[in-house]
């Protein structure tokens, strides 16, 4: 079984410009998560899908960061324009979206912001 | 609200020897309780997971942790470290819609010494 897909695994850019990470979830997962992992922290929840509806993107910062699931697949999560404590490690996850159920995580893009 | 607390940011073991990581969390009611291993450049890897039932929880690699309740820890433990579990782990506590939402701590990176 194939695993979470994510691309580019890094990224340079300068702050203000604007940047966008993809994530292929596990075939058949319908709950998508994006995750945000500053150096030294652990991963902090950024949005969660259920198909293409969004669950939870409380902890979003909404002014840059937009993301979406068009088709309950793939998902797109955008920064615009990007700021110097935007870099960190973006970790995308899915699960079955059962309760209780596990979370598998793809191997995350690593984004420096100069 | 929900948090998690690992008191050790770096453990330096000889391999061979037995390893207990600290965690202890927060939260308002039965929590499910996770752990997670992060290699370099790698994602995150579930090792096992706490949702109800015997408290003493086995996972992958020879790994096992123990709930309890009354210390709100969750402590990991193995009985012989191999030089391949040199990775950073991670305890997390799902939300109140159980596996979602998770929250985890910051991390204890341990160092496999021959």
């Known amino acids: 079984e194939a695993g979470v897909a994510q691309s580019p695994r890094y990224k340079i850019i300068e702050k203000r410009q604007s940047v966008a990470f993809w994530c292929n979830p596990i075939?058949?997962?319908?709950?998508l998560y994006w995750y945000q992992q500053i150096l030294g922290q652990g991963p902090k929840l950024l949005i969660q899908f259920q198909n293409n509806g969004v669950v939870d993107d409380s902890q979003l910062p909404k002014d840059r960061f937009s993301a979406e699931r068009l088709k309950g697949v793939d998902s797109t999560l955008k920064i615009q324009p990007a700021k110097l404590e935007d870099s960190a490690v973006y970790l995308c996850a899915s699960s079955t979206g059962q309760v209780q159920e596990t979370q598998y995580f793809g191997p995350g893009t690593r984004l420096l912001v100069l | 609200a929900q948090s998690v607390t690992q008191p050790d940011i770096h453990i330096t073991v000889s391999e061979g020897a037995s390893l207990e990581l600290r965690c202890n969390y927060s939260?308002?009611?039965?929590?499910?309780l996770f752990w997670y291993v992060q290699s370099p450049g790698q994602g995150l890897q579930l090792l096992l997971k706490?949702?109800?039932?015997?408290?003493l929880v086995q996972g992958i690699k020879g790994f096992e942790a123990e709930f309890k309740r009354s210390q709100s820890s969750f402590n990991l433990r193995k009985p012989s470290v191999h030089w391949s579990d040199a990775a950073e782990y991670f305890c997390a506590v799902g939300g109140k819609t159980g596996a979602n939402n998770l929250f985890f701590g910051t991390g204890t990176r341990l160092t496999v010494i021959p």
């Open positions: 939260y308002g009611a039965t929590p499910y």
């Open positions: 706490y949702f109800s039932g015997d408290t």
């Open positions: 075939s058949g997962h319908a709950t």
